[in-house]
Every structure is written in C-alpha cells, then in structure tokens.
C-alpha cells in the first residue's frame, strides 16, 4: 500500500495532518492552535488555554440528547527521538511518513503515534455527521510526556461528562481501568564534620539489573541504595567508622543499579574487605536470581584529607538509610498480582552539609500513599532534616462498578471474538488526573498495537489502529 492511498481514509488523514507539525513536549502551540481551527471551521464549541490543552464540545446528535456526555481524551506531545546521523530539526520540521508491509513509521524519528493517533481518531470522530453520539468532549492534552503538566493544570469545568475514554494506550486488546498516584519526595538530613586522619576506603555496588520503579517494583530486584544501607549498618555495629559521603541512583522513577560510599575507619584494607565480603554473602545469595551481576568493590581511597561526618550524624544516615521502608508494601485486594502501594529511593546524594533521600512513593490510594509521605516526615523531624514533596497525582482506584468497562467488554467480545485483558499499572497515567479533577469518574484506557515506542524504530500497526477507530466508534454509537 501507498502512503497516498491510506491518507484517504480520514483517520489516517488527519494522522499524516498532525504529521505535519512539530510537536514535541514544550513545542505544542502549532498543533494546539491545528485544533482550535479544526473547531472553528466546523462552528464547534473550543476551549484553549496558555499551556496549549484544548478543549473541543460538540453537541449531541438528534434523538440523544438526554444522554451521558462522553470524554474523549489524548495528548498533543510527543517524545522525539531521533537516529544517530539523522539531521531533521523535530523543532521546526515535520516527520516523514512512511509504510513498511503492515506498519506506518518516520524516517530516522520517532513516529509519535503516542498518542497522535489518539488525536486523529477524535479528530476524525468530531468531523462525521452520520455517527450517532451523546455530546462529545474531546479533551487534548500537553506535556504529558514531561510529567503530565497538561492535565495535572487544565480547567475542567466546561465539562459536563463523567465517564472518558482515553486512548493512550499501546496495546490492543488490554483495558487499564486503575493507576497509581504518586510524589516525589525528598528526605533532607543535615550533617556536621571533622577532620581525620584515619584511613579511607570507597564501597561501590555496581552491576544490578534496575528497571522501572513503578512496572517493575514488584520482581524483588536489588536497590543499589538500599543494598548500601545494609551494608553500613552491618558494617557500623560491627567496627567504629565515619561516613564522608553515599550517592546513587540517577532518576526518582528508577531502581538505582550503582551505590557508591566513602568511609573512614582504623582498619587496613584487608581486614575491612573481609568484613564486607562477609556481609555481603547473604545478599548476593538473596538476589542470586534477579541480580546476578552484582558487584560489591573495597578500594583504598589515596587522599585521606576529607571531612567525615560525626559520629551521631554517620548514625543518624546510616539508620535513616537502612530503618526506612522501601519496595512493595501493599498489593491490590482488587486486581491479583497488582501493587498497590511501594516507594523507591531513587536518588541518594550527599553535600558538605547534608544527605537527601529522593524516594517516589505510589499508591492507587492516596490515604496509604499519604501514610508514607508521613512516615518519612517523622524520620525528617527526628533528624532535625526537611521533607520536600514535590509532583504530586493522585490514583486512579479501581472502580468496582464499572457501567463503561463491563459495556466496553461487551463490545469487545462482539467485534473481537474473544474477551479484552482487564489490568491496571503501577505507574502514573493521566486519567488518575482527570479522576482527582471529576467526581465519580467512569473510565477506560486503551489504544492500538504500537511497537518500540519513544525510539526511532517506533511502528503503529496500521490494521489494529483500524480495529481500535472501529470499535471505538461503536462505543460511541451504544452507549
């Protein structure tokens, strides 16, 4: 198939339309003012705000007015990413479509199908005059690649509608109905120091397997972080010691897989690395399986002029570290296998006066995510410390009685022949902004296949993109 020919059909129209226009997060006022023109050109009822969301009504169809209004909902961003040697400016260039057997991509970019393929579908929705609909509210988005700005700042009030389909989805036949909430929260312990002359040494965990602290919390896989923490209070009961300085991690939303701490102590180098060899036997042991690159590396550090923390303050980090809950604490009582509740110190660092513990806490409730947020605020008052909190969403809890989900599945069954996957995720999507901005929300989140998203290799599968337009027009159509 030709590119021309797909681009006939309106869905694949307006996708290549979108195309068109650079937008990736930040740069979102081109295709943002794309929208309002598509609403004035058909008398539509829009709402743009300063940040760029747009909110597009359009009123029900004859015989339907008296029907729930539905919410339809994507973001205009995109991640561009790029292949090395590939000159294209996403700052001020277009993509460049192409078709490759059963898939639609760009040449050397990022195809920004997430979620421009939400967008033309609502598009394309909003335009036809023979669909039977309630009032429609299409609801676009900004930034939600960047931390969901857009939808943790747009104006809600123009709609009336309770229940949303989201379509930022990449898989087709699954159906996210619950998300977790979440902050970043920032532990701050002051320190005070003197000067040695004892020895000092460097302990460096390296070589863990890390991944996502939200998707991927529940594997039991090593915190280079928290790996340290037991090291330092084994090692602290065992010898007298000073702590000069423990980092690691790099990202808030990650599973720090590298730890690195400078110490002081009397020991010479061979003793203290028995120690610790011994210590850390029982922890490779216990993570012989899901980290078995662990490294655990004693070396003398040359330049025995730094100031260590006292002796209170190197207890007192050294407990925080270590007494502090981190990982999975609470599963779902709805949805088996699903986390409800976890925090991951994601980022560790220490200056001339203070250590800072940079954990996210998740929970699809907020009371138990508030009860975390509470326990690392009393540590901060025992420490004489500051807790910073700082991006906070709330949850998306599942919803037992689901009028949209159970109808949704309904449909599915009937189009597909065989039952959708019903799950929720231990991460942030925006539809749990959107349930903290409307009472009572009724919502479901799904999409077509994509493949390697946020990459250059990125594909939409041009035949599940069809499939999903199809039946997310026949939901319209029954509700």
Not at 182 to 192: Q, T
Not at 282 to 303: C, F, Q, S, W
Not at 411 to 421: D, F, H, L, N, R
């Amino acid at each position: 198939m030709l590119l021309q020919e797909l681009t006939k059909e309106r869905l694949f129209y307006y996708f290549s339309e979108l195309a068109k226009i650079p937008h990736g997060s930040r740069n979102t006022k081109q295709i943002s003012d794309y929208c309002v023109r598509f609403a004035k050109e058909r008398g539509l009822e829009y709402h743009q705000d300063e940040l760029n969301n747009v909110i597009i009504i359009k009123k029900a169809s004859k015989g339907r007015e008296n029907d729930e209004p539905l919410i339809l909902q994507g973001h205009l961003d995109m991640v561009c990413e790029k292949a090395e040697g590939v000159t294209k400016d996403m700052t001020a260039e277009g993509l460049d479509l192409f078709i490759d057997g059963d898939f639609l991509g760009a040449e050397g970019t990022t195809l920004g199908g997430d979620d421009g393929i939400a967008v033309a579908m609502i598009l394309s929705i909003l335009e036809d005059e023979e669909l039977s609909h309630p009032r429609l509210e299409a609801v676009f988005t900004v930034d939600e690649e960047i931390g969901m700005l857009g939808a943790a700042a747009i104006d809600v009030s123009p709609l009336k509608g309770h229940t949303m389909l989201n379509i930022d989805s990449e898989a087709e036949g699954i159906f996210t109905v619950s998300c977790a909430g979440g902050v970043v929260a920032s532990l701050r312990i002051p320190v005070s120091r003197e000067l040695t002359d004892k020895n000092v040494y460097s302990i460096d965990i390296s070589g863990l397997t890390g991944g996502h602290s939200g998707i991927e919390i529940h594997k039991g896989r090593a915190s280079a972080n928290k790996v340290m923490a037991g090291i330092l209070k084994e090692l602290f009961n065992r010898i007298e010691l000073g702590l000069i300085s423990v980092d690691g991690g790099l990202k808030d939303n990650a599973i720090p897989v590298a730890c690195s701490a400078i110490i002081v102590c009397d020991a010479e180098l061979n003793e203290l690395s028995e120690i610790i060899r011994l210590i850390a036997q029982p922890i490779a042991k216990r993570y012989k399986e899901t980290d078995p690159g662990m490294k655990i590396d004693v070396n003398l550090v040359h330049d025995n002029k730094k100031a260590s923390m006292v002796e209170k303050d190197t207890k007192k980090v050294i407990d925080a570290l270590h007494s502090l809950p981190e990982g999975v604490q609470e599963m779902s009582p709805d949805i088996e296998g699903l986390v409800q509740t976890s925090l991951n110190m994601g980022i560790l660092t220490t200056t001339e006066d203070h250590v800072e513990m940079s954990y996210c806490v998740r929970s699809s409730v907020d009371n138990r995510k508030n009860d975390l947020t509470d326990i690392l605020k009393k540590k901060a008052e025992e420490t004489s410390g500051e807790l910073i909190l700082s991006g906070d969403y709330p949850g998306w809890q599942y919803k037992q009685d689901s009028v949209l989900r159970d109808r949704m599945v309904e449909i599915y069954k009937e189009q597909y022949g065989k039952s959708p996957v019903i799950e929720a995720v231990h991460a942030g999507v925006e539809c749990g902004l959107f349930a903290g901005k409307i009472s009572g929300l009724d919502c479901v989140s799904y999409g077509p296949n994509l493949l390697e998203i946020h990459t250059y290799r990125e594909r939409m599968d041009i035949e599940s993109a069809r499939r999903v337009y199809a039946f997310t027009r026949r939901v319209i159509e029954d509700l």
